[in-house]
């Protein structure tokens, strides 16, 4: 299982116009099966209190909401050398280790700082999903996944939302730089998103063409045969 099957519940969700409470919930199924097979097998160096006890719930509960609650503690404690150590064990930050190391070197910056970004980003994303329990009122997710699957975000989304801003308390990073930070990490997550929305993206591709080729089609088609005749 990797980020880009999370990130395609997510991208369904929406087209299904949000998943029941109630019965077999596809996000819970899949991070609960995350989860469940990593009982067990912690080798993680010690860890603050509460990083263990988010960690014990999340893998008792197996919800989206028990996954967010583990990526706040990441986005929280990124000067924690202890709660870095043992993030990198955990089945969630595994899956993100990725784009952590991407991201690190794509704007130069250490990784302990990419993984809060990452986090972040990850946290901001998977907030939209019925079931995660959080706010999901700072931008608009539909606008974002089209941006997103472009390959270019409005930099102002970041500003507006607030994102900028909570970037730097949280890394120390001017704005900025947490601007462009931001901005490389939707990159990286855009790359899973466009496989997610294609069916959804396709669309408006198509009908577009078609007019574009009946109305050239049908003005300029005609005209070279009457001269020509």
């Known amino acids: ?19 029941s409470a109630q019965g ?18 912690s080798h993680a160096p010690v860890a603050p209190a509460g990083y263990q006890q988010q960690q014990q719930q999340t893998q008792s509960g197996g919800g989206l909401g028990d ?9 929280g404690n990124n000067q924690s050398g202890a709660t870095q150590s043992s993030a990198a ?9 990725p784009y952590v190391a991407k ?29 995660s329990g959080r706010d999901s009122n700072s931008f608009n ?13 409005d930099k102002s989304i970041y500003e507006t939302s607030g994102m900028v801003k909570e970037i730097s308390k949280s890394t120390g990073l001017d704005e900025a730089a947490a601007s462009k930070t931001l901005d490389a990490a939707f ?10 929305a294609a069916p959804v993206a396709a669309k408006p591709n198509v009908t577009t063409g078609a007019k574009g080729l009946r109305s050239t089609g049908m003005k300029s088609g005609v005209k070279p045969k009457r001269t020509a005749g």
């Open 103 to 131: 991201l690190a070197k794509k704007v130069n910056i250490p990784p302990e700082i990419a993984m809060v970004v990452v986090s972040f980003v990850a946290h901001k994303l998977l907030s939209h999903h019925p079931t």
């Open 187 to 196: 990159g990286l997550f855009g790359k899973q998103i466009t496989t997610a």
């Open 141 to 153: 997710l539909d606008d974002m996944i089209g941006q997103m699957s472009s390959g270019k975000v």
């Open 1 to 19: 299982m990797s980020m880009e099957d999370i990130l395609k519940v997510l991208v369904n969700s929406r087209q299904q116009g949000g998943s």
């Open 89 to 97: 064990s955990d089945p969630i930050m595994m899956l993100l280790q």
């Open 24 to 41: 077999s919930d596809p996000m819970t199924d899949l991070i609960g099966g995350l989860l469940s097979g990593a009982q067990g097998q």
């Open 67 to 75: 996954m967010m609650g583990m990526l706040e503690m990441f986005m």
